[in-house]
């Protein structure tokens, strides 16, 4: 899983409540087990219309917003079924951070196993993210895991919480495997009595 320590970028705004997975990548969608190519497919049916045309007022489809690597969004985002689809769907669109007042517990969980940081913080300063966000590409947003900052266009900051260990495990890239393989030597040390005391189990 790649770090995350500091993000600067443009910030997507979608003023939109209850925003559920099913939204950011439809059912039809989650045949693959691969966490690549769902980019494509993110948000599908706001995107792109019946026939497969762009739906050329869509946010991430003008061109301020197509290379966003933070979405500004409205409360309860990541709500409906727990399927990880949707943060890989963010991620490989290129969304790295994603600020609301608020996230379904299980969406929530899933973006820090891959590498996405999800932000909550009181409406107001939600407002004024969206509003900043709205200014496109000449206003972008810096996110700094480090110091939990954000930083907006005219230099104001915004603090927000995260917990000590999720932190940890994004400023070092670190997902439930990374998090396994740092005791590998633990583990290859237990395998190896193992196999002395019960060779049973290996042959």
């Given amino acids: 899983m790649d770090k995350f320590t500091t993000l600067t970028g443009v910030g997507a705004p979608l003023s939109l409540v209850n925003i559920d997975t099913d939204m950011i990548i439809p059912k039809q969608f989650l045949k693959t087990i ?25 946010v ?27 943060p890989w769907a963010l991620l490989d669109f290129g969304i790295r951070c994603v600020i609301a007042e608020s996230f379904a517990d299980i969406f929530y969980n899933n973006c820090f196993k891959n590498g996405i940081l999800p932000i909550r913080l009181p409406k107001e300063d939600v407002e004024k993210l969206l509003e900043d966000a709205e200014r496109g590409s000449n206003a972008t947003i810096t996110v700094d895991l480090e110091s939990q900052t954000i930083k907006g266009p005219d230099g104001g900051t915004i603090n927000f919480e995260v917990e000590e260990f999720r932190k940890h495990c994004l400023l070092n890239g670190l997902d439930d495997i990374g998090l396994t393989m740092q005791k590998k030597e633990n583990i290859d040390s237990f395998e190896s009595k193992q196999k002395l005391s019960e060779p049973w189990l290996y042959s």
């Fill in 60 to 86: 991430l489809n003008q061109p301020a917003w197509r290379n966003a690597e933070i979405l500004v969004t409205g409360e309860n985002f990541g709500c409906g079924s727990s399927r990880e689809h949707a």
């Fill in 34 to 58: 691969k966490r690549t190519g769902l980019g494509k497919s993110l948000f599908f049916e706001m995107r792109f219309d019946d026939a497969g045309n762009e739906v050329e007022d869509f």
